[in-house]
C-alpha cells in the first residue's frame, strides 16, 4: 500500500514524498482512512510509529482552505516539547497547502505573544491542557469553532494530573465534533476518557513496541546503584558512544548524573521540567548537532522528543512503570533502523525487572558488566569525581554474569462528541448536538 491509496491530495502526498516516506505506518494506514471518513477514532499507537502524521495528514485534508479566525482544530498534548513537535509537523506536511495557520500555546513562558498570534487567527491550535485552559478562561481565545479534537499521548495527559483541565476543556467546545485519542497504554482512567468523549470510535491497534522490538539489541547489567555512574563513563567512553540518551527517574537524579558524567570528561546535559523552555531547546539541539554526548532525560521531559536514528538508549533507572520501558527503549531503532538499549539495573529494581519481563513477554539478556574504574570515596564535603589508582593494579576474576557487584580494575583512569461524518471543517459545516 502507498500513500496514494490512502485518499490524500496531491500536496500532502508530494510533502510525505518529501520527507521521503514511501510506505505508511500502520498506524497511518488505518488511522488516515478513518479521520478522513469523519469518524472518532481510539488508537493505540506509541510515539515512533508515525502517530503524529496519522492525524495530521488527514485533519489537514479536512481543514482545506484557511479560515484565519477562531481555530478549527485542536490538539491537546501532555508536553511543550510534543506540543512544538506536532506544530512543526502540521507546518511542514502542510506546505504545500494553502496558508493554515497553527498556533502553539503551552505554559512556563510568558502569555502575550501566545495571546498575540491567537488574535491573528489561526486554524490549527495544538496546547497542552493547562495555559489553554487558563486563555480560554481569559477569553483570549473561542472554542466554539472545534471541529475536531485530538488527545495525543492521552495517557501521558492523566498521568500529569490534565484530567481537570481536560474536563474544563470538553465542557467548552461543541458537542458536534470530531474526536481522535492517541494513547500508548490503556487504563481504566483512559477507558473512561474514551468512553466519554468518543462516539463509536474505529479502534487501532497497531503492533506494540515489544512486537518489534528485535530490531533493538537490549542488554541489562546489573551493577549496584553506586556504581552505575562509573559503569555508565566506561561504556560511553570504551564503546566511544557518540549520541545517548540516558533515562533517570528524578529531575534532581538527571542533575547529578549530568554532573557526574561531565566529570568523566563526557559532555552531557540534562531536560526536565525544573528547566527552562530555553534551555531544554538549547539541550536538545546540541544533541542532535553532535556538541554534547549524552542527554539525560526524566520520562516526562523526554516525552515527544523526535531525535532520528538515536543509538543508543540508557535505562539508568529502570522507570516503575512497565510500558515506559517498552516507550524508552522505542526511541532508538526508529522509522526501521536498528539500535541499541541498554538498562543498568541494581538489586533493589530486580521487582521492576521482572515486571517490564512479564510486560514484553522475553526475559532481557543479562550482560557481564565489563571491568570498569571505581574511585575511592571522595573526601567529605567534596564532590570529586576524579578517578584515582585503585587496589594494587591488577584484575580480578570477571564476577559470574548477573552479579550486581562491579568488576573492579585498578590502575589508570576509566577513559574519559459526535462525529460528523465525512466532509471538512470548514465553519458552519457542523450540525449541532
Ligand atoms: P511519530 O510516531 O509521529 O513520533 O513519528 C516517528 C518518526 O517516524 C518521525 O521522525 C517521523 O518523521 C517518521 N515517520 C512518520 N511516518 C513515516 C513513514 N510513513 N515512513 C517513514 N518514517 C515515518
Not at 516507550?327 to 526501521?336: E, F, K, L, N
Not at 570498569?372 to 594494587?392: K, L, Q
Request: net charge positive.
Amino acid at each position: 500500500m502507498s500513500f496514494t491509496d490512502l485518499g490524500l491530495k496531491p500536496e500532502l502526498l508530494r510533502a510525505v514524498a518529501e520527507k521521503g516516506y514511501d510506505t505508511p505506518s500502520p498506524i497511518q494506514r488505518e488511522a488516515i482512512p478513518a479521520v478522513l471518513s469523519g469518524r472518532d477514532v481510539l488508537a493505540n499507537a506509541q510515539t515512533g510509529t508515525g502517530k503524529t502524521a496519522a492525524f495530521v495528514l488527514p485533519i489537514l485534508q479536512k481543514l482545506g482552505a484557511p479560515q484565519p479566525g477562531a481555530p478549527r482544530v485542536l490538539v491537546l498534548t501532555p508536553t511543550r516539547e510534543l506540543a512544538a513537535q506536532v506544530a512543526a509537523s502540521a507546518r511542514d506536511y502542510g506546505r504545500f497547502v494553502s496558508q493554515l495557520r497553527t498556533v502553539v500555546i503551552f505554559g512556563g513562558v510568558s502569555e502575550k505573544p501566545q495571546i498575540e498570534a491567537l488574535r491573528q487567527g489561526c486554524d490549527i491550535v495544538v496546547a497542552t491542557p493547562g495555559r489553554l485552559l487558563d486563555l480560554a478562561q481569559q477569553r483570549q481565545l473561542d472554542l466554539r469553532g472545534i471541529s475536531c479534537l485530538v488527545l495525543d499521548e492521552a495517557d501521558r495527559m492523566l498521568d500529569m494530573g490534565f484530567i481537570h483541565a481536560i474536563r474544563q476543556i470538553l465542557k467548552l467546545l461543541p458537542a458536534a465534533r470530531q474526536n481522535l485519542m492517541f494513547s500508548a497504554t490503556y487504563s481504566d482512567d483512559i477507558r473512561a476518557l474514551a468512553n466519554r468523549m468518543l462516539h463509536e470510535p474505529v479502534s487501532i491497534q497497531v503492533a506494540p513496541r515489544n512486537a518489534t522490538a528485535e530490531r533493538i539489541d537490549q542488554k541489562v547489567y546489573k551493577v549496584a546503584k553506586e556504581h552505575k555512574r562509573h559503569l555508565l563513563a566506561h561504556l560511553i567512553n570504551e564503546g566511544q558512544w557518540s549520541q545517548v540518551l540516558v533515562f533517570t527517574r528524578t529531575k534532581h537524579g538527571a542533575n547529578r548524573l549530568t554532573q557526574q558524567l561531565e566529570g568523566a570528561g563526557i559532555r552531557a546535559a540534562a531536560i526536565h521540567g525544573n528547566k527552562s523552555q530555553a534551555a531544554r531547546v538549547r539541550a536538545l539541539e546540541d544533541f542532535k548537532a553532535g556538541r554534547i554526548t549524552a542527554l539525560v532525560a526524566t520520562e516526562v521531559a523526554a516525552r515527544g522528543l523526535d531525535i532520528k536514528e538515536l543509538p543508543y538508549v540508557v535505562n539508568y533507572e529502570l522507570p516503575n512503570v512497565p510500558e515506559d520501558y517498552v516507550h524508552r527503549i522505542g526511541r532508538t531503532a526508529r522509522a526501521g533502523g536498528s539500535g541499541n538499549a541498554v538498562a543498568l539495573v541494581s538489586q533493589d529494581e530486580a521487582s521492576l525487572l521482572r515486571d517490564i519481563e512479564k510486560l514484553v513477554k522475553m526475559s532481557l539478556p543479562v550482560a557481564p558488566a565489563p571491568a570498569f574504574a571505581v574511585p575511592p570515596p571522595a573526601p567529605a564535603g567534596s564532590e570529586s569525581t576524579r578517578e584515582h589508582t585503585h587496589g594494587n593494579g591488577h584484575r580480578p576474576s570477571p564476577r559470574p554474569q548477573g552479579s550486581w557487584q562491579p568488576r573492579r580494575h585498578g590502575g589508570g583512569r576509566a577513559p574519559g462528541a459526535r462525529s460528523q461524518g465525512g466532509g471538512s471543517y470548514a465553519r458552519g459545516a457542523r450540525r449541532s448536538g
